[in-house]
């Protein structure tokens, strides 16, 4: 397939994922499973860490292109190829086994490699940081703080609702103690995000 055929494969797979086509998605997984399969193997890896770092990398791909904020200068298996070698990588060095560790495709693929895949892993490495970061912080909160929290910012409860809900004498009271909660879940996560 020349690189004109497979960037239109590219460009009409990537409108399918953004309508939501699941079989989409499947002929994504399939396509581009076998390359990144045999980097993690000869690699030091095994099969179910291929499984990991793929799933993670189809996901990393799959999210920027729901939110549509996928800016492909390559075709989509480069792209997933350069996110995929990120993530072994880290992997890798994290248990120590790089050392000694020659990347056998590091020849072949190094002119590819610069394709942008490495800011969206990092974007996406740093929104998982702040989403856990947040939960922290929202579980040493505390009552009625994250009830209220909770209420309002993530099931869309009125302040009516969540007046009666918590028994405040109106909706302004209810609105004060939000305020002052939401400060406090701030100071936390602020706190926790600078240390990690």
Request: with cysteine.
């Given at each position: 397939m020349d690189s004109t055929t497979a960037l239109a494969a590219d460009a009409q797979l990537i409108r399918a994922i953004q309508?939501?086509?699941?079989?989409?998605?499947?002929?994504?997984y399939r396509l581009h499973w076998p390359m990144v399969s045999h980097f993690v193997l000869q690699n030091s890896g095994t099969e179910d860490d291929a499984r990991d770092v793929y799933q993670e990398g189809?996901?990393?791909?799959?999210?920027?292109?729901?939110?549509?904020?996928?800016?492909?200068?390559?075709?989509?298996?480069?792209?997933?190829?350069?996110?995929?070698r990120r993530?072994?990588?880290?992997?890798?060095?994290?248990?120590?086994?790089?050392?000694?560790?020659r990347l056998l495709d590091d020849d072949d693929y190094g002119p590819y490699l610069n394709t942008g895949a490495e800011d969206d892993l990092h974007e996406a490495e740093e929104r998982d940081r702040r989403f856990a970061t947040m939960s922290e912080a929202l579980t040493h909160?505390?009552?009625?703080?994250?009830s209220l929290l909770e209420g309002f910012y993530l099931l869309d409860k009125s302040m009516q609702d969540l007046t009666a809900e918590h028994g405040y004498t109106n909706a302004d009271t209810a609105k004060?103690?939000?305020?002052k909660c939401l400060t406090r879940l701030k100071k936390l996560f602020f706190a926790s995000y600078k240390e990690a």
């Open positions: 309508g939501g086509d699941e079989r989409a998605l499947s002929q994504l189809v996901m990393v791909f799959y999210e920027k292109v729901r939110e549509g904020s996928l800016e492909l200068s390559c075709q989509i298996k480069t792209y997933l190829y350069a996110v995929c993530l072994w990588l880290k992997r890798l060095t994290t248990k120590s086994r790089l050392h000694g560790v909160l505390g009552e009625p703080c994250r004060t103690q939000k305020y």
